[in-house]
């Protein structure tokens, strides 16, 4: 079976892949920095529990340190790299701005010149909904502009999206970017949402919702998000000799083997329903602290999936009862509330 690099294995979405691709029988190596941006017990676990599985090597190291990439991929010579190691976050982007410079272009420039040097059949790398920022248009298509950024977060994202194309085009690396759409589910990250609210909730605390919860998120359940990403791994861009072989409503470039591809649910759901979704798996009704919107947020996010499904025949499945049903079970194992 191939070998796979995956950065940020550690994480919330770079575990569930490593574990999926573990038990397809793939190699896979991880690298994580292990920083302290969230619970570092949390990344800690998760890196115990695919140390425990065969085929699976650690490394802990940051992509933004000159040669950790370019060593790691001239030894392991991995036949696909996933490349999910990213400073994440909207709002912490405004506080810490710099860390995103470091972790999200340096790091991720460090990879493109391993790959460079050490060529892969194939680099997958993570970019966010956010990249679509003041867009109107829904459901969001890969094919639409996304210029208009409306947090730094979002400005690193599309920044490496426009690095990697020029790397693809350049040296002919088969590039695929993945935007993803609100990703929750078991051992997800303390930062996001669905984590604060079920947290707040069990201690009887408030939960603040934002824009008076006039918001709605494409959530996207974490198996599902996996989904997709192990279909893309089989379906690398090919460059193309003329323009005119590329299908409407595909985001493959005319000049380079990249493309632009959105995982999501496909199925937007009120930020009000969510947390309904959170109270009726915990019996308990939350205590709610209406607010003004966040500086760099926006009101909606809506993922076109027929580029996905088009490209590996998968469609996201869950609904977001049972997504929400299946990490509340995880939030009380884990934590034993």
């Given at each position: ?9 550690s994480?919330?979405?770079g575990?569930h892949?490593a574990?999926?691709l ?7 190596i991880?690298?994580d920095?292990?920083?302290d941006?969230?619970d570092v ?7 115990q529990?695919l140390?425990?599985?065969?085929g699976f090597?650690a490394?802990?190291?940051?992509v933004?340190?000159?040669?950790v ?5 001239a030894?392991?010579?991995?036949n696909?790299i996933v490349?999910?190691a990213?400073q ?5 982007s405004?506080?810490?701005p710099?860390?995103?410079v470091d972790s999200n272009?340096?790091?991720?420039f460090n990879?493109?010149?391993a ?10 790398i993570a970019s966010t909904s956010s990249?679509?920022g003041a ?11 996304a ?5 730094f ?5 599309k920044a490496?999206e426009a690095?990697a194309?020029?790397y693809?085009h350049?040296?002919?690396m088969?590039v695929?970017m993945f935007r ?9 990250r ?5 984590f604060?609210?079920?947290?707040a909730?069990?201690?009887n ?5 934002y ?7 494409d ?5 599902d998000?996996v989904a997709g990403i192990?279909?893309l791994?089989d379906a690398?861009p090919?460059r193309?000799?003329?323009a005119a072989?590329i299908n409407d ?6 000049v ?6 959105n ?9 009000m329903e969510?947390i309904a979704?959170?109270?009726a798996?915990?019996?308990q009704t ?6 003004e919107m966040?500086p760099?947020?926006?009101?909606a996010?809506w993922?076109?999936?027929t580029l996905?499904?088009?490209?590996t025949?998968y469609?996201?499945k869950?609904?977001?009862q049972d997504?929400v ?6 939030y009380?194992?884990?934590?034993q509330?």
């Amino acid at each position: 079976m191939p070998r796979v690099l995956i950065t940020g294995s550690s994480g919330f979405i770079g575990y569930h892949l490593a574990k999926r691709l573990l038990e397809d029988g793939f190699e896979v190596i991880g690298l994580d920095a292990m920083t302290d941006y969230y619970d570092v017990t949390l990344k800690e676990r998760r890196q115990q529990m695919l140390s425990q599985k065969p085929g699976f090597r650690a490394i802990n190291a940051r992509v933004e340190t000159d040669n950790v990439l370019a060593d790691l991929v001239a030894e392991a010579k991995p036949n696909i790299i996933v490349h999910l190691a990213a400073q994440a976050g909207v709002r912490y982007s405004i506080d810490n701005p710099r860390s995103y410079v470091d972790s999200n272009l340096i790091g991720t420039f460090n990879l493109l010149e391993a790959v460079r040097a050490c060529p892969c059949d194939h680099l997958l790398i993570a970019s966010t909904s956010s990249v679509y920022g003041a867009n109107a248009k829904m459901p969001y298509a890969e094919t639409d502009k996304a210029d208009l950024p409306m947090s730094f977060y979002a400005a690193t994202k599309k920044a490496t999206e426009a690095m990697a194309h020029s790397y693809a085009h350049l040296y002919g690396m088969p590039v695929t970017m993945f935007r993803f759409f609100t990703v929750y589910g078991p051992w997800g990250r303390p930062d996001m949402a669905h984590f604060k609210f079920t947290r707040a909730i069990l201690n009887n605390e408030p939960i603040d919702i934002y824009n008076h919860g006039d918001m709605s998120r494409d959530f996207t359940y974490i198996d599902d998000l996996v989904a997709g990403i192990r279909g893309l791994m089989d379906a690398p861009p090919q460059r193309v000799a003329d323009a005119a072989e590329i299908n409407d409503g595909d985001s493959l470039s005319a000049v380079a083997p990249y493309r632009v591809v959105n995982v999501g649910n496909s199925a937007p759901v009120p930020l009000m329903e969510f947390i309904a979704a959170i109270e009726a798996a915990l019996g308990q009704t939350a205590q709610k602290n209406f607010m003004e919107m966040q500086p760099g947020d926006v009101p909606a996010t809506w993922a076109d999936g027929t580029l996905l499904s088009d490209l590996t025949g998968y469609a996201p499945k869950t609904s977001v009862q049972d997504g929400v049903a299946q990490f509340v079970a995880w939030y009380r194992d884990y934590y034993q509330v």
